[in-house]
C-alpha cells in the first residue's frame, strides 16, 4: 500500500508539471523563458539539498553529463515555450510519446536487440502522435516545441540509463545546466509576475525536485514494467487537471491519440524481458 500512495503522488507530481506550466505561461503570468529558468534554478536546489542530506555531496563522475545537461535544456525550454497554447494534456501526451519513440530509436542506433513487441509498440505510439500532431490551424510550433522537449528529455533519459546513482545524477545534471540556462536567460529577458514565480518554482522545487527524487525511491519497488506502466497514468492525470482548474476540456482526438500511443507504449512495456525505459 505505501509503495502504491508513492506511486501515485509521484505520477501526480509529474501531470502537475504540465498544469502548472500552462497555468504561468499559457496565462501571460511570466515569460516561458523565465519560467523554465525559475524551475531548473529551484529543482537544482532542493535536489542538492536532498544530496547533503542523504549522505552528502556524491559526485557521479563526467559519464552522462554532457548528453545530460544539453537533454535537460532542450527539454525545459522546449516544455515551457509550448505551453504557450498547447492545453496541459495535449502537451503531456506529445511529449510522453515523443520520448518513448525517441529511446526506441536510441536503443536501436546502439544496436540492441529489439524485441517485436517493442517495435509494434514504437508503431502505434508513432501512430497516435500523427493523429494528435495532424494540423490544427496554427498550432504546429507548439506542437513542434513540446515533439523537441520530447527528444531532449528522450536524451536525457538514454544519457541516465546504467548510472548507479540516479538521484546525484539528476542532482548535478541540473546543478551543471543552471549557468547555461541564466546566461540564456540575460541575453533573453523575459516578464514576471509574483504568481508567474510562485508556480515556476513550485513547479521546479517540489513537482520536479522532490517528484524526481520520489520516483526515484519507488522504481526499484516497482520493475521496470510497472514503472512504465504507471507512467502512463500521466498524460491522464495533466488532462484532468487542465479540465478541472482551466476548463481544457480535451476533445475525441486527443482520447483516439491517447488510446493508440499508451496502448503503444504499453504494448513494449508489458511482457517478457521487460527493458526500462
Not at 549557468?179 to 513547479?203: D, E, F, I, Y
Not at 476548463?247 to 508489458?270: D, I, R, T
Amino acid at each position: 500500500m505505501r509503495l502504491f500512495a508513492m506511486t501515485c503522488v509521484a505520477m501526480l507530481a509529474f501531470a502537475a508539471n504540465s498544469v502548472l506550466n500552462r497555468m504561468a505561461v499559457g496565462a501571460g503570468a511570466i515569460d516561458p523563458v523565465v519560467f523554465a529558468v525559475l524551475r531548473l534554478g529551484s529543482g537544482a536546489v532542493v535536489l542538492a539539498v536532498l544530496l547533503v542530506l542523504r549522505r552528502g555531496v556524491v559526485w557521479p563522475g563526467w559519464h552522462g553529463r554532457g548528453p545530460g545537461v544539453a537533454g535537460l535544456l532542450i527539454y525545459l525550454f522546449g516544455f515551457s515555450v509550448a505551453y504557450l497554447s498547447l492545453d496541459a494534456g495535449t502537451g503531456a501526451l506529445i511529449l510522453f510519446g515523443v520520448v518513448q519513440v525517441t529511446m526506441f530509436a536510441g536503443a536501436w542506433a546502439a544496436g540492441e536487440v529489439v524485441p517485436r513487441r517493442r517495435v509494434l509498440g514504437a508503431l502505434l505510439a508513432l501512430i497516435g502522435l500523427a493523429v494528435l500532431l495532424a494540423p490544427q490551424g496554427g498550432a504546429v510550433v507548439p506542437q513542434v516545441a513540446m515533439a523537441v522537449a520530447g527528444v531532449g528529455w528522450g536524451i536525457y533519459s538514454l544519457a541516465g540509463r546504467g548510472q548507479g546513482d540516479a538521484l546525484a545524477a539528476t542532482a548535478w545534471n541540473f546543478i551543471l545546466a543552471v549557468p547555461v540556462a541564466a546566461l540564456l536567460v540575460l541575453a533573453l529577458p523575459g516578464h514576471w509576475t509574483a504568481w508567474g514565480v510562485g508556480l515556476a518554482m513550485l513547479s521546479g522545487g517540489v513537482t520536479s525536485g522532490l517528484g524526481y527524487a520520489l520516483w526515484y525511491a519507488v522504481v526499484p519497488g516497482l520493475g521496470a514494467a510497472r514503472a512504465a506502466v504507471a507512467q502512463l497514468t500521466v498524460p491522464v492525470i495533466a488532462a484532468a487537471g487542465g479540465a478541472v482548474l482551466m476548463a481544457e476540456l480535451p476533445g475525441p482526438g486527443f482520447w483516439l491519440a491517447s488510446v493508440l500511443v499508451l496502448g503503444g507504449v504499453a504494448v513494449a512495456s508489458v511482457g517478457p524481458r521487460v527493458t526500462a525505459v
